[in-house]
């Protein structure tokens, strides 16, 4: 069969979706894929995580090769014209083409989609809203439209993956998928489009991350013109870079493992010869540690001695059962925790807890803190006061968190100290272990990383007692505005401990013993 070459071509992509919409009536995705490629054993990125998997359709190169994060691409630009993404390498070979993405999931605008190459760009924060911009935007006949439905994800994350909650969203979203197609029609496009519809990842319970078959596993349908009802038999995200610039008649950069490696899959097009490479495809089974019970940790320290115990599994639960938390908008899990699930905090959603309190001042906080350099500004952790710098000197205390260490906040009411301590010169990113213990009775504050003590400073007079002044907050300050409106930061956590007493060096080898028996 002689090759096609499509016009337009446009990628739907439904974050959270998995495979899951196995499970769902799906007639509009039926509809069009009933005469066209598809697979249902498709593969995420590791980790299966928005950024990593959305940034590798658009930029055709493995997570470990583009670097993009979610807590990146909500801060940063893209600028890196070492590895341009699909609409700029479509800008160079059709300069006057319509280009558009649409995005529920902003971060993808912002961060992966480069701004200088003109493309149309759109948000809202609804999928129904953001179908109303798609049918606008398809009337202008778009060489490349690049769509990211966002609520089956938050459906996922709220209800959990494969419950009724989430088959239900994928169902709602199955009918807008049918508007586009119908909008395709109306526009006297529909013959000379290639649709693909795709998942950038799956999940489990109420998270993501890890690299479980529900998780990894994800739907792929390629319809349009001369394509033949079809198996794709081996695909991951990444390959959508490729499939776009081929279907459009673009050329293919080399494959390089170390740069462009999205290839295209066999099985989709009948006319298309090239062999896939998949002895470094990059498919295996992450498996995570266990969370160990609670009962570990109060043995190892008493329950008395342990004022809040957040493991995060897939919830916000205080397993001391002594405080009780509100959430604030979305708090997503993620499965690649340090032990078991971890959750994401900050821009997307926060908890906060009335219910926390110490004995005489002295306290001590521990956490697991995914560091991958991505955040610039001030990311608040956890806190019992306003991190806004007129309220710096209210009572309490912030933990803190920047791309390259992290700041002890402590306010008196008077006055403010802040201690900021580098994170250490070993660490470039991934999971570091930090605690921060405040002794009121030794006047000094400590701070520990993975385990090893960094510093011991002077706790200045008046500063301690900061843990009963105000709420405590998890993923934001007690304004629950810094990681959301000064600075919209997001940021991963497992393991949130909060001790009565600050730590001693003897403590924290106990609590490493807990970790690692």
Known sequence: MDRIIYKYCAVLGVDGMGRYNERA??????????????????????????????????????????????GYISQN?????ALPSVFT????VFPEAYLASVCNWDPINHGIVEHDVGVDMATADKDGPLNEIILEKIKNKPKFLFVQYDDVDGAGHHYGYGTEGHIKQIEYTDGL????????????????????VLADHGGIRTGHGGYTDEEKYIFFGVAGRGIEKSHISFARTVDIAATVLYALGA???????NAFSSQVPEGIFPWYGGKY??????????????SKPYAALAAAFGDERIRLALF???????????????????????????????????????AETNDLAVGDGSFTVAAW??????????????????????????????????????????GSGKDEFGLVTPFPDDHKEGWLHTVAAVDKAAGEIRIYYDFKRIRAFRLPEGFAGSLDAFPFVVGNDVGRKNNTETFPNIFRMDDLIVFDGAFTDADVETLRTFYES
């Open 25 to 70: 009536s799906t007639p509009n995705m039926d509809a069009l894929f009933q005469n066209g490629a598809v697979t249902w054993d498709a593969f995420s990125m590791d980790p299966t995580i928005s950024a990593e998997n959305w940034g590798a359709m658009l930029l055709g190169a493995t997570p470990v090769v583009h670097g993009l994060t979610n």
């Open 77 to 81: 630009v893209n600028t890196n014209k």
């Open 89 to 92: 390498q479509l800008r160079a």
């Open 177 to 196: 998928i049918g508007a586009v197609v119908d909008a395709y029609k109306e526009a006297g496009i529909f013959d000379d489009t290639l649709f693909i």
């Open 251 to 257: 050329p293919l950069p080399p494959y390089d493992l």
């Open 277 to 290: 490479i998949v002895s470094q495809a990059g498919v295996k089974t992450a498996v995570t540690l266990p």
């Open 312 to 350: 995060f599994d897939n919830e916000i639960k205080d397993e001391t059962g002594k405080c009780r938390f509100t959430e604030y908008d979305t708090v997503k899990y993620y499965s690649n925790g340090v032990r078991s699930a971890c959750a994401e905090f900050g821009a997307t959603g926060c």
């Open 369 to 410: 803190l995914l560091t991958d350099r991505s955040i610039k500004e001030e990311c608040v952790v956890c806190a019992n006061k306003d991190w806004w710098w007129q309220k710096r000197r209210e009572q309490g205390f912030a933990l803190v968190m920047k791309n390259n260490d992290t700041v002890l906040l402590l």
